[in-house]
């Protein structure tokens, strides 16, 4: 289970987006050698080649499904380091980052923002501390995100774990969340919905094509969902000892 990321420089610094691209359907365009793109990879996001040995699990699910609540568990049980793609730009948002009014506006509008801004933060927090067992919390959120990944640093998650809850149940969640995000309102949950199936649940059957999917019913009590969890981790253990 434990792999080696074939993270190579040359692909990291040739890869572009363009954001022209991020306003195709949300399905954003990666293009490589695209010359004066805005967004591009510089060689300080390059994968350190301390974390070429990490286990890498894509934590999948729709709006409120219970992704960060059992990532919060799989860290106190199993020692992951929890990286949540929404956290990250959300940061990114208020500090003086350049891309703070894009990121605001494509959260707000429950669209997705382009992969080379998200893919960025994910790499340079994968760079900090020595914890090579990574839970990447709603990366990726399309084909787009997942192949901007793949590219850049050359390597598949080892698991992708996936919270199936029925959308009632999400916008429930969602709705009595009360931590002021300012996408947990109707109108902005009926747009991230339509997002996740349009964008996400192609990802999740390439994964599960791949034989890398573990599906979990996402309806139950925290520990029930838990319960569900725990096997997947502790079969990686096992196999990484
Ligand atoms: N099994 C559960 N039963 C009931 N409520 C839950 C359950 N798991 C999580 N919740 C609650 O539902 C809300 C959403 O959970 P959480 O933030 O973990 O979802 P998420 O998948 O990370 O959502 P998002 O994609 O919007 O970040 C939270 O208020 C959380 O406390
Ligand atoms: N890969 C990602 C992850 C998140 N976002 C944006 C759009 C989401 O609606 C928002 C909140 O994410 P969450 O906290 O619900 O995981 O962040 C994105 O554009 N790309
Ligand atoms: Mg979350």
């Given at each position: ?6 993270s ?6 040739s890869?572009?987006i ?6 195709l ?12 793109s ?11 080649p301390?974390h070429m040995?990490?286990?890498?699990t894509?934590?999948l ?6 992704k ?15 990286l ?7 940061k ?12 605001l ?6 669209r997705?923002?382009p ?8 790499l ?5 501390g ?31 774990l ?5 959308e ?6 969602v ?22 199936e349009a964008l ?7 994964y599960?094509?791949?034989g ?13 969902i ?9 079969a ?6």
């Open positions: 289970m434990w792999k080696r990321a074939t190579s420089l040359k692909s990291l610094l890869f572009h363009t954001q022209e691209g991020s306003k359907n949300n399905a954003f365009h990666c293009h490589r050698f695209i010359s004066g805005p967004l591009h990879f510089q060689e300080k996001d390059v994968v350190s301390k040995d990490s286990v890498i894509f934590v699910g729709g709006p409120g499904s219970g960060g609540t059992q990532c919060a568990r799989i860290v106190e049980t199993f020692g992951f380091k929890h949540s793609a929404g956290d990250l730009l959300r990114e948002m208020v500090s003086d980052s350049e891309y703070g009014a894009m990121i506006e494509t959260i707000r509008e429950g997705i923002v992969s080379a801004v998200t893919v960025r933060l994910i340079r927090e994968m760079q900090y020595d914890n090579r067992k990574f839970l990447i919390d709603g990366f990726p959120r399309s084909e787009e995100n997942r192949i901007a990944f793949e590219h850049i640093t050359g390597t598949e998650p080892d698991f992708v996936f919270f199936d809850c029925p009632e149940e999400m916008v429930k969640r709705l009595s969340r009360n931590q002021g995000r300012i996408d947990d309102n109707i109108d902005t949950i009926k747009k991230r919905l339509k997002v996740f996400n649940l192609p990802v999740i059957d390439h599960a094509r791949r890398r999917l573990h599906r979990i019913n996402a309806v139950g009590t925290e520990d029930e838990f319960e569900q969890v725990r096997p997947v981790f502790a990686c253990e096992q196999t990484a000892a």
